[in-house]
């Protein structure tokens, strides 16, 4: 049957294709519907995506990247979701820490990817944290919003809750465990006011009740039920705000989020052995996996499901692999003194990964290392195991006062 609309093409068009067979070849078919360009080069059809290699914002119809595998610095990866959500994947290294975010807004037709910045061109990675803590020294980001740089997400800080906090002791020696790192001084934890906010958080007011995975057999000589005390004890410190700021041993009043511990599970954190943030199971599971596909310096990583608003599940695991862990027999009221060198706490290490699950993300810079969202951690470090004022500003303008 001949084509109705054959009478409106123009004749110079219509000798153009008979002069032209193999542009006339290249057309496409009559049933192809709407002009597709054919997918850019960084979009190959098939397996993982770089994310190095991906614009920060994908349309997509360029590249649909739903349900596919979209690997980042570190060794992270995540699974692109089907509809309106978002994923972020952290680590957290003996040598510094990575973050991938993947955000699907169908309406704007767009993929968002944010990932670690790389070191700028031309200069050394600070050894501790690449891409994250700043080689120069930081300007004073101790009021107020920390700087960022192009990659960063808005940075937003909130008034402080606290200012005239009662039962601040404030009398903390100067420059506690900074020169673990052999860095610059850094900054009081009870004075740090740095924070920093990732872009998705829980409901205010809500209870996230998460279970504990102790499935894989944990190296480094700590039995099954410190680890489990541990990590119970690192979700309890983050989300109560325990400080050693204050004689009550925790920031008043408390941010409006609360956790309750469900016991034991068999289902696994939704991590993969390759550092993948598989799709979300319903169960937040925190505990401990073997992360060998990722740099043998990871000790943990975190995976956060962002709805269309709000946070919905987030899953913790520790390295069981590798990694000589210990924690004082019979919980956090002991001090770390006993713990042996090269040996990191599993309750600082899973304060910190919490803060991540509430939405902070780290803070950079050597003068923020007794902030437990500082990037780095170190053997026999407790700093990360309690808040830090910063950490605390950051969960409060996050959720507000509990009441
Ligand atoms: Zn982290």
Redesign the pocket.
């Known amino acids: 049957m001949l084509n109705r609309h054959a009478g409106v093409w123009s004749l110079p068009a219509l000798l153009s294709l008979i002069a032209c067979p193999a542009l006339a070849a290249a057309a496409p078919p009559a049933d192809a519907g709407p002009a597709r360009t054919a997918p850019p080069s960084w979009c190959p059809p098939g397996g993982a995506l770089a994310a190095g290699r991906l614009p920060a914002s994908v349309p997509l119809a360029s590249c649909d990247l739903r349900g596919r595998t979209v690997q980042g610095p570190g060794g992270l990866a995540v699974t692109v979701p089907d509809g309106t959500a978002a994923v972020t994947a952290?680590s957290?290294r003996t040598d510094g820490?990575d973050v991938l975010r993947v955000a699907v807004d169908v309406p704007a037709g767009r993929v968002r990817i944010e990932r670690t910045a790389p070191p700028p061109p031309g200069t050394a990675a600070e050894p501790g944290a690449p891409g994250l803590t700043d080689a120069s020294p930081t300007p004073d980001a101790t009021d107020g919003p920390p700087a960022t740089d192009p990659e960063d997400e808005p940075t937003a800080a909130g008034p402080d809750p606290d200012d005239d906090e009662s039962g601040e002791s404030g009398d903390e020696p100067e420059g506690t465990g900074s020169e673990v790192k052999g860095q610059p001084a850094a900054v009081r934890a009870c004075r740090d006011r740095t924070w920093r906010a990732s872009t998705s958080a829980w409901t205010r007011g809500r209870t996230i009740f998460w279970r504990y995975y102790g499935g894989a057999s944990i190296e480094g000589g700590i039995s099954a039920g410190d680890a489990e005390q541990a990590v119970r004890s690192g979700v309890a410190a983050a989300v109560g705000a325990r400080t050693d700021c204050t004689r009550t041993g925790h920031f008043s009043p408390r941010p409006n989020i609360r956790q309750h511990y469900l016991g034991r599970t068999a289902r696994k954190p939704g991590i993969g052995r390759r550092g993948g943030c598989k799709q979300p199971d319903g169960t937040n599971s925190f505990g401990w996996l073997s992360l060998g596909g990722l740099p043998s310096s990871t000790l943990a990583m975190t995976c956060t499901w962002q709805g269309w608003r709000n946070t919905v599940e987030a899953d913790v695991a520790l390295q069981s692999d590798d990694k000589a862990w210990w924690s004082p027999a019979g919980g956090e009221d002991r001090a770390a003194g006993g713990c042996p060198a090269g040996h990191y706490l599993p309750a600082a290490i899973v304060a910190?990964?919490t803060l991540?699950v509430l939405g902070l993300d780290?803070v950079k810079g050597a003068r923020h290392a007794n902030l437990t969202m500082t990037?780095v951690a170190a053997p026999c470090d407790d700093r990360m195991a309690t808040l830090g004022r910063g950490d605390y500003r950051g969960l409060i303008a996050l959720y507000g006062p509990r009441r």
């Open positions: 952290e957290l820490a910190h990964e991540h780290h990037p």
